[in-house]
């Protein structure tokens, strides 16, 4: 099968080996591309936990003056791939979360007093869970450093264009609600809807497909589990 792997250019390199080590032919022309503030500042004095809901979170800290002191405090994330990311980097204290930020909340509220120091979630500009509105309510002290955004792709490219028209290509992975978003404004036109229907829409999560309800009647197909693993379970041949 010849799959369109949409992901960020940062995160798709292992898993385009992966699915071409199933056999699949892959392109890739991401629908998302991330923009670092490498300026926005980071007040971490007596912080008592950091919080990365994403590996971007964490490549947005590279080359900054606060890297060293930051990897000294505790860090909790949201799956492994996060967290092999956080270890590779050198942090010393790896706390490793379920797949979603909404489900990250026990394991820091378990970890954490409302009393110490604050706790600093190292942010998107958009983020799908309010996370930190959370903690705050419960009493928490919580700092949101905006440090890089996800720009939605507006176009693709005439090779793509002409691949999906023509039926060269056969599926497209989604691995996120803004990825499934910028998908289906992109292919919501006369002369792609009939080509895009034709392609089997993988898709880590129902919340992921739902972004996909303009375009239906399309194939979809979902991972029984929202991380990597499933997904390649579900493409495998």
């Excluded at 008592?48 to 964490?58: G, P, V």
């Excluded at 009493?139 to 691949?163: C, E, K």
């Excluded at 792609?192 to 303009?214: D, E, N, Q």
Aim: net charge negative; with cysteine; hydrophobic share 45%.
């Amino acid at each position: 099968m010849h799959l369109w792997l949409t992901r960020p250019i940062e995160d798709a390199g292992r898993l385009r080996a992966q699915l071409v080590g199933q056999g699949h032919e892959v392109t890739m022309e991401p629908l998302l591309r991330i923009e670092y503030f490498r300026d926005e500042p980071i007040d971490f004095e007596d912080a008592q936990a950091l919080i990365a809901t994403s590996k971007n979170a964490l490549r947005a800290l590279a080359g900054r003056p606060e890297e060293a002191a930051l990897k000294e405090i505790p860090l909790f994330v949201v799956g492994r791939g996060t967290a092999q990311a956080a270890e590779a980097m050198g942090f010393e204290t790896v706390i490793e979360g379920p797949s979603n930020a909404s489900a990250l909340m026990g394991l820091i509220i378990n970890a954490c007093s409302i009393n110490d120091g604050a706790l600093i979630h190292l942010s998107a500009a958009n983020v799908a869970y309010n996370l930190c509105e959370e903690l705050r309510h419960l009493g928490y002290h919580v700092f949101q450093p905006i440090l890089y955004r996800a720009v939605q792709a507006t176009n693709l490219s005439d090779v793509l264009l002409r691949n999906i028209k023509i039926g060269r290509i056969e599926g497209v992975i989604l691995l996120s609600g803004r990825t499934a978003e910028a998908y289906a404004s992109i292919v919501n036109t006369p002369e792609l809807l009939g080509p895009i229907r034709k392609l089997t829409h993988f898709c880590l999560s129902t919340a992921v497909s739902a972004r996909l309800s303009t375009l239906q009647p399309i194939n979809v197909k979902l991972s029984s589990r929202p991380n990597i693993d499933e997904m390649l379970a579900l493409t495998a041949l």
